[in-house]
């Protein structure tokens, strides 16, 4: 079946660090791919998205390039800031899908 | 982005009585909805699809007749946590798509905290 790995956390990263959270998914077909950010007593917001393969999604300074040869979907930012510390979801649409299928989260924290 | 609005965000209910939850598409029709529910630190465990107009689809393990969803119109979508009990304190999510318009986009409410005493 359709599914999502996303790296676990906590990631603790000192401000204007680079980031990267991994994600890999399995999937018949061509998903489209999301990325969603999640903060504290909120629900999600879509981050980027990506909807064929060498797609880059891009979005407040993150990044996310699909990789179909690799069946990945990491998530990047070259300059993280305090204001980015959330949870962020690694989700998935299959061809034949309507639900986001998610990965578990992972929880970022960015200090100053 | 497309507005999906979820109200109450946050709820108390005593044990035994029923809790609605309500999730509305602002600026569009949505053909889905979907409802999900987040335990701590944990991710988003898809509860039920909805179409308007149509029974619910739940997921395995979803009992459906304690969670009751009606999406009777193309804005709105209700959850209904029936007879609730302490274990089903948790935070649940609508999400809305506007399929017919091929829009692979999900946009989501913002959330509802629901705690059962």
């Known amino acids: 079946g359709n599914s999502v790995t996303q790296m676990e956390g906590p990631v603790t990263l000192s401000e204007e660090a680079f980031l990267t959270i991994n994600c890999t998914y399995t999937a018949t077909g061509y998903p489209s791919l999301f990325w969603y950010v999640q903060y504290p007593g909120e629900g999600l917001q879509l981050l980027l998205k990506a909807t064929k393969a060498d797609d880059k999604g891009s979005n407040k300074g993150f990044e996310a390039t699909y990789r179909k040869e690799t069946t990945s979907f990491h998530l990047e930012k070259g300059s993280v800031q305090v204001s980015d510390s959330a949870v962020y979801f690694c989700?998935?649409?299959?061809?034949?899908?309507?639900?986001?299928?998610f990965g578990k989260g992972t929880t970022l924290s960015v200090s100053s | 982005g497309a507005v999906v609005s979820q109200h109450p965000s946050r709820v108390i209910c005593k044990s035994g009585t029923s809790v609605k939850i309500e999730c509305r598409s602002l600026d569009f029709q949505a053909t889905t909805m979907f409802w999900y529910r987040q335990f701590p630190k944990q991710s988003l465990m898809l509860m039920a699809t909805s179409n308007e107009g149509s029974k619910a689809t739940y997921e395995q393990g979803v009992e459906k007749d304690k969670f009751l969803i009606n999406h009777a119109s193309l804005t709105l979508s209700t959850l209904t946590v029936t007879s609730a009990h302490p274990e089903d304190s948790s935070f649940y999510i609508c999400?809305?798509?506007?399929?017919?318009?091929?829009?692979?986009?999900?946009?989501f409410g913002q959330g509802t905290r629901l705690t059962v005493v």
């Open positions: 999400s809305a798509r506007d399929l017919d318009r091929g829009n692979t986009e999900a946009f």
């Open positions: 989700a998935l649409i299959s061809q034949a899908g309507t639900a986001l299928i």
